[in-house]
């Protein structure tokens, strides 16, 4: 949110888009997170010249990151006192596309990197199979765990009084999309399963781990869209950007909720299948290969 004095009213999508604001808490400990992951991968840099993975790595951190800063301290974060569909869409980038991506992009080496030299040690130490940090992470990212964390973090800031609390203290705020982020991070993993936690689901245990939250959040996205009320009132008092009512502010949210993240499930799903498929396939060219000649007669 702009802690400073309220935007003037916008009408267009370029005055939308050119407000950013990096003076708040959550953009300052973005900046910081930012500028340590560079830090280490510059080190990192320097032994990786010819390693294609690790550029792509790279270069999916760095999207990662950009869609972070929309999401913080860009017009996502900006206007998101006074618009609900980008408060909405503030949630929908930060749990449904940067938390799988960063999962891919695996960006945990440069942050060791970027530690001094007995620090990137203890790190490593404590990100071994034996260590404390994944034991503990092993437990959270547990199916049974990670839905329900995702699913319950997602419902219950979505209650009109959690919802409006967080709109009215920046802390509240912050705390909010921490908790956010952090159970989309645990949602994703037994999908993306980066090291130091391998997942262990196959491809359709996958597909039915991701159909089980398709359901729920399309129900919540319903209720926010199709509710005949304006479930926030915070946004009763904020001025009607794009010309929009509370009311219609307020559907666009929900449909965005609605239709992004869906998009986002199904082509999740379309991509476990194509590979579920290409994995069969592999296996069934070995069994084949190693099937011994028929004998002739």
Known sequence: MDGGSA????????????????????????LLLAAVYTVGTLRLA???ENDSKFWS??????????LIAIAIAGPLDYFSGELFAAHMSQHIVIAM???????????MPSYIWALPRPFRIGAGTALTGSGVLVRVITILTKPLVALPLFIGTLYGWHIPAAYNGSLENEWVHLFMHFTMFTTAILFWWPIVGPPPIRTQLSHPQRIVYLL?????????????????????????DQPGHFTWSTMEDQRIGGLLMWIPGNFVYLATLTVLFFRWFSHEERKSSRVIRRRPPPRSK
Request: hydrophobic letters at 55%; charged letters at 10%; glycine letters at 4%.
């Open 212 to 236: 089980l939250a398709v359901t729920p959040t399309s129900l919540l996205a319903a209720i926010i869209t199709l509710t005949g009320s304006v479930l926030y009132t915070f946004y009763l």
């Open 7 to 30: 935007p003037k009213l916008i009408d267009s999508f370029g005055e939308f888009a050119s407000a950013w604001d990096f003076t708040s808490p959550p953009a300052v400990i973005f």
């Open 46 to 48: 320097t032994r990786s």
């Open 97 to 107: 596309f940067a938390a799988p991506l960063l999962l891919v992009a695996r960006p």
């Open 57 to 66: 790595k790279v270069a999916a951190s760095i999207f990662g990151f950009v």
